[in-house]
């Protein structure tokens, strides 16, 4: 498996991909609207044998802080439990880090990503309309970072 930014090759298939996982189309328009607006900061892909299986996207949130949403993620139902979720967000994180993001936001199942390190108590302090039990963040920085809303 390789993970790679995705190329104008792509779209179709990941929109593929997130209706599959997704059992429906409302993530994959998602998407496509933010590749539209310019607005897919990180795309990443995970491909086994040409085709692709996995994809996470990062998009900017409205904050003064520099701040990033990694939404959805999503692997094939055939490829599931195999790691390719996991080794997709370690490269999402691994890209907002690169980009000089102090903060990755998540709306999400605790269970699965506190793994990565996000926490709800890390998300707490900044205001943002997301706030609640799936709202958690993971902080890149060792430096503090002020309170500022996340929209
Ligand atoms: C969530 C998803 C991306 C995980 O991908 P994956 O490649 O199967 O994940 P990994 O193989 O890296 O990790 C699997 C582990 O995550 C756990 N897991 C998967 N989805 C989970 C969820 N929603 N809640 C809690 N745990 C979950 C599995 O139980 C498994 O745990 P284990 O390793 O202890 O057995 C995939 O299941 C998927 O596409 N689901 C549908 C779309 C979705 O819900 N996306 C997330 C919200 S944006």
Redesign the pocket.
Known sequence: MIIRAETPADPAAIGAVLVE??GGEQEAALVEDLRQDGALTVSLVAEIEGRIV?HVALSALKSPLCALAL?????STTR???????ALIRSAIDGAGGLGATLVFIL??P??YRRFGFTIETAAPFPSPYAGPHFMALKLTANDVAPEPVI
């Open positions: 996982a997704f996995g939404a959805p993620l999503a692997v599931q439990r195999q790691g390719i979720g996991s999400g199942d269970n699965y």
